[in-house]
Nanobody, 122 residues
Framework: DVQLVESGGGSVQAGGSLRLSCAASGYVGRHNICLGWFRQTPGKAREWIAALDSDGSPSYADSVKGRFTISQDNAKNTLYLEMNSLKPEDTAIYYC????????????????WGQGTQVTVS
């Protein structure tokens, strides 16, 4: 099974930056999966915010486009989310996720999840 471990969350003032990392293991072939980031606040559904398809092409939700950047280091099997110009409404638990298919990286169901990391913007 795919295993995902996030790190890098914390507290930051509005306008600041954070970088989240997600160490991934247990999958065979990066070209067979999608990798993505989601976030969730209490009482709300989990929100997709960014994804990398099997070719490394990124997609973003409108709420983070232009401020967040998703990237990967294949040598380290690590996914990143660089978050700039943070706003209080970005406060959430952030999850990295993997989808066991290289199709529908934006709209498909993700099968594997990390434990989440808290980001607080004040």
């Amino acid at each position: 099974d795919v295993q995902l471990v996030e790190s890098g969350g914390g507290s930051v003032q509005a306008g600041g930056s954070l970088r989240l990392s997600c160490a991934a293991s247990g999958y065979v072939g990066r070209h067979n999966i999608c990798l993505g980031w989601f976030r969730q606040t209490p009482g709300k559904a989990r929100e997709w915010i960014a994804a990398l398809d099997s070719d490394g092409s990124p997609s973003y939700a409108d709420s983070v486009k232009g401020r967040f950047t998703i990237s990967q280091d294949n040598a380290k099997n690590t996914l990143y989310l660089e978050m700039n110009s943070l706003k209080p409404e970005d406060t959430a638990i952030y999850y990295c996720a993997a989808r066991g298919s290289r199709f529908q990286c934006v709209t498909g169901v993700y099968n594997y999840w990390g434990q989440g990391t808290q980001v607080t913007v004040s």
